[in-house]
């Protein structure tokens, strides 16, 4: 790949957008036969995977948000690339169909049967009120997105970044609620007895991380071939890095919080969900995951060198990456495998078959558009920051 | 006589940018012995007077371990060995029960530190200093800018320092006594 | 070490892209130089107060004479005074303690938080704000002291080691409260002084009468302005930054877990922590706002703390007020989502049975009011702010009613339930504190300088070294 100076716009995509649509296609073809020999564990994996994806297209969303309301300048620099990644949430719906074929599998609220707590909750836990919430979440961020897309891509000057503020004051509002009911309907309630109010606030800790560290990874591989190499400097991989600090403590506080408030209440019908992840190997995932979800990030990103030293940067945003599918499988492999963890191929390909396709979108996406928001008034700050 | 007490001389800049300036050439001129002073912090100051990065950070690292470790055995001793008792039905050692005042201690211990370790470093309180005797300093914590260059450091030569001094832009030089 | 080649590429500059950033607009207005500000905030310190000063001073004592009448009775008496009664053992003591820890966070929030953001509009605020809050602790630790009821044997609830070999329970969030409260209050203390040394050198240096001398030039430690120091004292403040804004974070944390770890319905939810940290920053800023209406009023402060600094300061409301209000909305879906019928009837009782009133006052105070700062022209309103920003802490002590009492006086028990009301002594002790923490802050705002004029003059255009002053930059160009 190459850029031309002139427009930043990128040229020769054509290989990278090949590889990534192959890798989609293997991925979804693989899946698809792994059905037939397992439609349960293709189905919780394709879980795993859809939700992986989707919190990541979401951090980015909210990155986005929180850039325009703040009235950050820092990031000015990097926010086509994280508006890419958002812009291609929205075609993750289709890949939410096979969760509709599998609610018998993956949710038992679907089939209350005589359980009165189940039968109490089908109000709202029911499959067609699940399915009308999801396309409803759906439509509004595809709302929220293309307004905040089109505006940004056509951006002329101060004035549009005015708008794009407003639109990103409400699209909060309207983020946060949706967030909220969207975890706990795709994640809480794979263990549908069980409750917790700090649940959306938890999940969305890791999303925003997967997406600071997605973004942080993504304009390395930008920079190894030779685009953006002036413009993104060691004082924004430095921000991103203070930023995901932050959220790696945040979501150690929120989960933490979680267990720690279950932990002492000692109420059997909250404490189950904890136990089911204190059994045989899930002992093991949950140790592995307050390691490398939380000590070793925060034990590297401490120091000032690590967030600038691409390299090791690099070997912790990827650690980051894994540990966020790593939480995303705790939080609902539990439910199919109460015995212990068991990897199967099918989460390889899942992870490929969707990610090959999302990436092609946001790929797709940044060639489209100059890489970098050539119009906004504020970017060469941004490519100045710090710098004296 | 006057040279036996002399302290050395001091330098008036008008602006933070001249200071900044002035600075690097000191540096540049081989001077050890010299200071700024400023009613704030300029930036970029440190390495125009050539300073090594403060160690200060690792000082209080290690104090906020020293704190959360003690912390921590305080917890885990005094609930298991000195005084253990069943409270709720959870165990004597209740490590998450003990995370709270862990980190507590940590920080205080870290806070603590922070403040002593600057004092340290910076040889403070002193509470009389040669620099003082200046009416003119006075303005240091006003809107002056100020440079000191000492009679103790190598290079320094009372005829030569005052030219170079002013040479370099300084408003005014000063010779203080250091008694 | 970086891993990338770099390909050779010129540097982007300007004429590449279209767009030019505005000018930002100055953090203080009303042309100032170093020497104006030293002036200006010093000159509040060394004149003479003005006559409300002098009014409200003298008002504040006689409330704070009152809150110590009260307090000598209640150690001769016992708690008895108050209007506890069987099931609501916690009564107004636990709700101004959690009020008032709250109002603290903001001051924090503001000096720490802020510093690590780069957010330099708070340089104008953060001194009285961080004034304000170690008078609110203050305030907050009279409440657990005094509730302990023989307040002389108070040093149990500390690990000193004692004849009898006893130890304070470390297992219980009242002692994880007693450290957390008091370790938060040190470092405010630190933090807030180590800001102060530079502007007590600057007051020592103007100082005319022998016995100013003495005391600036005591608290000022000998501090020169030497650069060599600056380093190592900007590290220090950063790294005690560093260490407050998860302390400050944790502080309120704690205090959630008081009710958290129980299992009492209404409070045993696992949102609390965040949800009382939000609620601590949506009213600190409510009253630093009110204070810092007050003080560029009283003390003619527009230059420095402007309009941009409310406007600011209600949004950060309007974000928090709005946690709050998710808060309140998750906990309501999940006590009818999670099945249990005591969690259940604790949420209908709080909205709709005797304590309804107190309810609807907080919703509208710290749920529907807050969206008012949606308006532009009611952030620019100074008036309307003043209103608004008393009316979010109405709502906030009443939350904290809420919470501690309906949850209380309707427990598992129905035959035990009763409804709580406070004696003339709960409100007496309350009132009281008031009293105290304006005592406080007006001997603050008298004695020391109440706006940073070290950091004020460090964020003016002029103190950045390549700043060229307007003259200069039509020359060049």
Redesign the interface.
Known sequence: MNID??T?LLTDTASTRTRLLALGVLGLVLSFFGYFTNPAQFYHSWLVAFSFWATLGLGAFFFVLMHHVTGA?WSTVIRRIVESVMGALPLLLIFFIPIIFGLHTLYHWSDPGEDP?LI??SP?LNTTFFGIRTVLYFIVWYLIISKLYKLSVNQ???EDLRRMRRVS?AGT?IF??TF?FAS?DWLMSTDAHW???????YIFGGAYLSAIIFVVLFA?FL??N?IL???IT?EHYHDLGKLAFGFV?FWA??A????????????P?ETVWFAHRWVGSWKTASLVLIAGHFIIPFIVLIFHAAKR???IF?AVALLLLVMHWVDLYWNIMPSLYPDGVRISWMDFSTMAGIGGIFLWKIWDNLTRHPV?P????????S?NFNK? | MTKQTLYGFLAEFSTPGDLLQAAEKVRDAGYQKFDCHTPFPVHGLDDAMGMPRTKLGYVIGLFALLGAIGGFWLQAWTSTVGYPMVIAGKPYFSWQAFIIVTFGLMVLAGAFSALFGMFHFNRLPRLHHPLFNSENFKRATDDGFFISIEAQDTRFNPAETRTFLTKIGAKNVEAISSE | MNLIKPKKQPSPDATVFSGSAPLPEPLITGKQTFASITERISAIVEGKPPKGWMIAFSFSVSILLMLLGTIGYLADEGIGIWGLNNPVGWGWAIVNFVFWVGIGHAGTLISAVLHLFRQKWRTSINRFAEAMTLFAVICALVFPTIHVGRIWMLHYVFPIPNQMEMWPNFRSPLLWDVFAVSIYFAVSILFWFTGLIPDLATLRDRAKTRARKFIFGALALGWRGSNRHWQHYELAYLVLAGLATPLVLSVHSVVSTDFATSILPGWHTTIFPPYFVAGAIFSGFAMVMTLGIIAREVFGLKDFITLKHLDKMSKIMLVTGSMVGYSYATEFFIAWYGGNGYEMFAFINRAFGPYAWAYWTMISCNVIIPQLFWFKKIRSNVKILFVLSILVNVGMWFERFVIVVSSLSRDFLPSAWAYYSPTIFDIMTFIGTFGLFFTFFLLFLRFLPMVSMTEVKGVLPAADPHYKAPEEVKEND
Do not use: C, R
Request: avoid cysteine; proline fraction near 2%.
């Open positions: 100076l002139k930043y300048f707590l109490w909750k709202y002329t000057g101060e004051a509002v946060a609620l909220t706990f409750y917790s109010t700090i649940y959306g606030v390395l920079q190894h030779g190499q002036k413009e060691s403590i506080y929120i933490g919080s979680q267990y720690f408030l279950i932990w002492y209440g000692n109420i019908e030293n691409t390299g690099k970098l050539t119009a906004d008034p504020y970017l060469m700050q490519i004296h």
